[in-house]
Structure formats: C-alpha cells, structure tokens
C-alpha cells in the first residue's frame, strides 16, 4: 500500500508515523493475499483494529461510537446493522413505535428481505 494513498494525518499527534504504520500493515495482508494465503486472520484482525479506531473517534465528535459497523460500511443515525432473526423496533414516518414491534429482520445473502412485525393485541 502506497502510504500517500491514504489520508493526510498532519493535524494528528504522531499522524505521519501512524500513516506510515497503517500502510506497512496493509501492504502486509495485500501481500499474503497476492501470495495466494487462505489465511483471512490477518486482515481480519487489521479491518476490525480500524474499525474500532472510528468508532472512538466517532464518540469523540459526539456519535454514540457505532457508526461504523463490521464490514466497513458507514452508517446514518437512522440505520442498523441486522443479521437474520435480529429483533428489530420498528418506527413509522412520526417516529413512534409501530404495533407490533420488535419486528424480526429475514437476511437472505446479506440482503434483508423482510421484516415481520410481531402479532398485535
């Protein structure tokens, strides 16, 4: 990994380094991959250290820290992260509670494909 391709940490305590530092990791788990390793734990372990990194300066900026979710993927106040069977609470367009909340969240291939509201009294 070509360090200046990442951002530039001038404004950071020590960012030149931790610039430098973060690019010798990545460049070490392109490496494996390039060589054709099976092993995933590397950049696992790499991809969830960067993660919680954003998470903490995330709570810094005032985000409650879960902003980031695995996978890397960025979310809005109004997102969620479900896996399948997840209860979820589900609001309508005012923001109360829909009847029948928790909903359960169906995910099919990483795409949710149903939310099914529990039963009403």
Do not use: W
């Amino acid at each position: 990994m070509d360090y200046t391709k990442l951002p530039d940490l001038r404004r950071v305590v020590r960012g030149f380094d931790m610039r430098m530092d973060a690019a010798r990791a990545i460049s070490q788990v392109e490496i494996l991959h390039a060589g054709g390793s099976a092993d995933t734990l590397p950049a696992t372990d790499l991809r969830t250290f960067f993660i919680a990194c954003a998470n903490a300066v995330d709570k810094t900026l005032g985000g409650d820290g879960t902003r980031v979710a695995v996978g890397g993927v960025v979310l809005n106040s109004n997102q969620v992260v479900v896996t399948n069977g997840d209860a979820v609470v589900v609001h309508d367009n005012t923001g109360a509670v829909q009847a029948g909340s928790p909903a359960t969240a169906e995910v099919a291939n990483g795409v949710l494909t149903d939310v099914k509201l529990g039963a009403t009294s």
